[in-house]
């Protein structure tokens, strides 16, 4: 010890300036060149010389599930055309304002919607529950002035108002259901007053509305308020515990009204027979479906493969063993295989609870952070009650997230979303909630490392060239502690 003192007593600050220069230097030209693999080869050359030559001499073997199988170009060339805009769409699955939006707010003093999405139902109600004919009844003039206002209580009054007009006014009973109501009972009772009414005018409409273009601009609004309301009740009635009875509902709607699907009524039916673990029912509502309209939603693609792990499932015992680098699957196995990789392919984190969930928007980007959100508040469940459905996930996911390239421009497999999709999370979502996107590979951590090596050097070249004997100082007693 003695010795090296003497030694690094003798030397000047500027052997300790071109040390430091030099380390900075060698770093620099490290993190450079791991930078440049990284962007070729999409890995860590550090990592990948570590994980391939350095582990199995010590030793380690790692047991890495095996990549799912890769698309098809023609897949490949669809998924692309099919690739929805930045357009929002009405959540099929959204809460109640008053009965469960509402109670979030009081017990968090949090809000869960923001003004976007709120703006957004507000117009949405314009365009089902208004007509040219307003003006012919008081009621419904009172109640299209309701759907403009941005205060609750002010809704809340006008439709009161337009109840003492016409007590038969099905759209005030539909604004009281949705925000004034405070329990799910609550707003089941205003519905069915909404539907008893909504009967009466619907059927006064058909009647009359081959009269005149007014009088069927008139039937289609009042088509609108019933299906809205039926489609609210059988929700109701699934909040409530009666599933099988909110199914009943929903295919007699589906049937009654087959034309109206922008209500993604077929949404709600698949969600209660998940419940049911109706699992051969759900695979015989995908037949009537088509394909098409399946890779239209991810939900849909998610539900799908929940459904498949439900009818069958010895692959998860399979992918469950240690070892699962040699796998044989069936036509069958390798079909659930498939489907479940169409579904993870965009989120995950809130299926295997790596994220915090929140209550979902009222409108949901499809393929976007609010539809994941969305997803799986309702249908977490479901995948924990099947044994295994969440470790395939897992695996499904790491195995497919070592094929993401970088840049993402690279690969033939994945693209990446639109700039406006994040923009269109953050205005759907609260601010308190960190919105996710995907997909999104991060930097391993040798190029992390390499950078605050390469910068920790440069300090010290700076400090060495600025304070060179308080540096020999610093140096000095560094060496007599170590």
Request: glycine share 4%.
């Amino acid at each position: 010890l003695l010795t090296v003192t003497v030694f690094l007593s003798t030397l000047t600050p500027k052997f300790y300036f071109a040390l430091t220069v030099t380390s900075s230097f060698i770093s620099g030209l490290i993190f450079v060149f791991e930078w440049w693999h990284f962007r070729k080869y999409g890995t860590s050359f550090i990592e990948q010389v570590s994980v391939s030559h350095l582990r199995p001499l010590i030793g380690c073997v790692e047991n890495s599930p095996p990549a799912p199988a890769a698309f098809s170009a023609g897949e490949n060339e669809t998924s692309r055309q099919n690739m929805p805009e930045c357009k929002v769409w009405r959540n099929p699955l959204n809460l109640f304002r008053g009965a469960e939006y509402s109670r979030y707010m009081w017990v968090t003093g949090k809000e869960p919607l923001t003004y976007y999405d709120m703006n957004l139902s507000a117009q949405d109600h314009q365009n089902f529950f208004t007509c040219d004919t307003d003006a012919l009844r008081p009621s419904d003039t009172v109640m299209q002035k309701a759907w403009r206002e941005r205060n609750p209580q002010a809704r809340i009054k006008a439709a009161y108002q337009a109840l003492e007009l016409n007590n038969d006014c099905a759209t005030a009973y539909v604004l009281l259901a949705e925000e004034e109501a405070t329990t799910i009972v609550d707003a089941e009772k205003y519905f069915k007053q909404a539907l008893k009414a909504g009967e009466m005018i619907y059927r006064k409409s058909q009647n009359c509305h081959s009269q005149s273009p007014q009088h069927e601009a008139q039937l289609r609004r009042d088509t609108n308020v019933l299906v809205y309301v039926k489609r609210r009740l059988a929700m109701c009635a699934r909040k409530l515990g009666r599933i099988r009875e909110a199914v009943k509902m929903m295919r007699d709607l589906m049937k009654e009204f087959p034309v109206l699907s922008m209500l993604n009524i077929h949404e709600n039916l698949l969600e209660a027979l998940l419940e049911l673990q109706a699992y051969a029912d759900v695979q015989a509502s995908y037949t009537q479906m088509g394909v098409l309209q399946l890779f239209t939603s991810r939900a849909l693609c998610h539900n799908r493969a929940v459904s498949s792990a439900g009818g069958s499932w010895p692959l998860c015992d399979m992918l469950s063993c240690a070892s699962n680098d040699h796998l044989c699957f069936t036509n069958k196995e390798f079909g659930i295989f498939h489907v479940t990789k169409c579904a993870f392919r965009f989120y995950f984190q809130y299926l295997l609870e790596m994220k915090s969930l929140v209550l979902p928007p009222e409108h949901i980007l499809k393929r976007g952070d609010s539809e994941a959100v969305a997803y799986a508040f309702f249908h977490l469940q479901h995948w924990k009650r099947i044994e295994g459905a969440l470790n395939l996930l897992h695996c499904t996911w790491e195995g497919t997230f070592r094929m993401i390239p970088y840049p993402l421009e690279k690969g033939h497999l994945f693209y990446p979303y639109p700039s406006c999709t994040e923009t269109a999370d953050r205005e759907l979502l609260p601010t308190f909630h960190e919105v996710s996107v995907y997909p999104q590979k991060e930097l391993p951590f040798f190029i992390h490392f390499t950078a605050g090596l390469c910068s920790f050097s440069a300090m010290l070249a700076l400090l060495t060239h600025q304070f060179p004997e308080l540096m020999v100082v610093f140096a000095k007693a560094v060496s007599v502690v170590s």
